[in-house]
DNA sequence: GTGACAAGTTTACGGCGTCAACATCGTCTC
DNA sequence: GAGACGATGTTGACGCCGTAAACTTGTCAC
């Protein structure tokens, strides 16, 4: 022992369940949902092996935190896009801007964190606690796209008709875009990339937005 | 041993590579690429676990092979999608109806074959092989989508402008909205589902084809 | 025939998720 | 205070997984 003092550490760790789930959130970053692996959770807390069924029924359990807390990241990163924009004043300029910057938003995050990204999305659980996905308004990332698109519909660029279909509609753009760049075009140059974003963007954009 | 006569199976299997590939498929069939297990698949072809080390390095070997497969799945049953057309004559109808086949096809794969979809686009290898990829002419998924393109560029319904950007805009329209319907809207009523799928592919059509 | 090589087998190792049994702590009651 | 008790951690064990090493069986070339 060589740290005296209140170095020992007590028998009861006294939040096990959130250092579970920060160390899970640490190797899916590292390597997507594969990595969350639970006895490298418990030897990164510094647990025995099956101290986490104190807390969580099984594995799956502690996936699902782990993609609360992922969806909660994107939402936050869509958040911090959209802070970085400033309203001109013009409605519809700035709800279209507001929409590019979710999209942005959207895909870059997933850039960032492709291992966080694919947990948010792994598909064999089958809802998440809304509150703890979102992010510092409160908002998910769905709910951070639909108030764009409400803008939108509110600057009068967007047919009502066209409301219920560019929901699903622009998040599967959005989405499909990041699975793409992340997983069968990652070896796209970074620069390309970021055209290809700014392009694909656009191009549905122009479907969304009633021609005058 | 109940069976006599030539039921005695021979030391050697003859196409165990094969074999193995066939039980991969139908494992990612019942439960994704986690799903696809050595000595699972070993076991349904009847064989020791190792035995599969003859024919592939290593586990990830294997499953890209099964991903080879599950896409040249997909671009069949794209290709079967396309083969229910019936050529109207006029170019620029014709080229959209292809277009939607293309993109039905793509996303009703999804939603038929979950697990094979999943693995098809499982990122962790870096290349396929596009022969092994390819459906019943040769082309694969992503040729599909791009020879409608071409057709659309041909009819002069899009902008040479626009043909670039359209290709990864295409695909991602109708991945993400492959990912969600198999993933996180996979509660959608099949109706409700159908309905989505048209009226995204038709607001998205809109971004593309040339106002007249 | 015999020797080399390809293809399958057995055995073994460490890592994983999980269960059952045991240990330690704070807390609540008398 | 004393002691019971429930919540929280630990140890040990089981079966499954991927994989490596060494051995066995069949085939074909000479």
Known sequence: MTLPGPGKQPYHHGDLANALVQAGVELAREGGPDAIVLREA???????????????????????EVAAAALSRLALAMEAELDRCRPTGDARADAWTEMLAVGRGYVHFALAEPGLFAVA???????VDNARASGRTGLTARDL???ALDKMLAAGMLSPDDRGPA???SWAIVHGLSELLVGKLSDLPAPAREAVIEQTLEVFGRGLIIRE
């Open 121 to 127: 999305f792994t598909r064999d659980k089958p809802a």
């Open 42 to 64: 418990a030897r990164r807390v510094g647990v025995s092996a099956t101290a986490a069924y104190r807390h969580f029924s099984a594995l799956p359990d502690l996936v699902e």
């Open 145 to 147: 796209l639909e108030r």
């Open 167 to 169: 929901s699903i509609a």
